[in-house]
C-alpha cells in the first residue's frame, strides 16, 4: 500500500516556474515506478512524467519536454515535477500515481495503482 500526497501548486505567470513534491509513504516506494499527470476541466486525464523506481529512466509528454523535469529521492520517499516556462494550456490539477513495484514506465493512467488528491497549478497569460 503506498499513500501519496502532492504539494507545491499555485498560481504563475506564463515563463514562470513552480515545484511539485509528492511525499510517498508505504513500504515499497523504492520500487515503484512514479508518474505525473494532469487533469484539467473538461478533459481527459493526461500523462506528464514517468520516472522508474531507480530514477534511472525517465519518459515525458511531448507537450512538457524540455520544460518539465521529474527526480524521485527514494532516501526521503519523496517524488519532484519542476515545471519551467510555463504555459497557461498547462493549468490542470496534477497528480501524482505509483505502480506496482519493479514495474516499467506506463502512460496510460489504469496502469497505476495508487494515486494522491492532486494539487492545482494555475497559469495566467
Known amino acids: 500500500q503506498v499513500q501519496l500526497v502532492e504539494s507545491g501548486g499555485g498560481l504563475v505567470q506564463a515563463g514562470g516556474s513552480l515545484r511539485l513534491s509528492c511525499a510517498a509513504s508505504?513500504?515499497?516506494?523504492?520500487?515503484?515506478?512514479m508518474g505525473w499527470f494532469r487533469q484539467a476541466p473538461g478533459k481527459e486525464r493526461e500523462f506528464v512524467a514517468g520516472?522508474?523506481?531507480?530514477?534511472?529512466?525517465?519518459y515525458y509528454a511531448d507537450s512538457v519536454k524540455g520544460r518539465f523535469t521529474v527526480s524521485r529521492d527514494n532516501a526521503k520517499n519523496m517524488v519532484y515535477l519542476q515545471m519551467n516556462s510555463l504555459k497557461p494550456e498547462d493549468t490542470a490539477i496534477y497528480l501524482c500515481?505509483?505502480?506496482?513495484?519493479?514495474?516499467?514506465?506506463?502512460?496510460?493512467?489504469?496502469?497505476?495503482?495508487?494515486w494522491g488528491q492532486g494539487t492545482q497549478v494555475s497559469v495566467s497569460s
Open positions: 508505504g513500504r515499497t516506494f523504492s520500487m515503484n515506478t
Open positions: 520516472i522508474s523506481w531507480s530514477g534511472g529512466s525517465t
Open positions: 500515481a505509483a505502480r506496482r513495484p519493479l514495474s516499467g514506465i506506463a502512460t496510460i493512467s489504469i496502469e497505476y495503482d495508487y
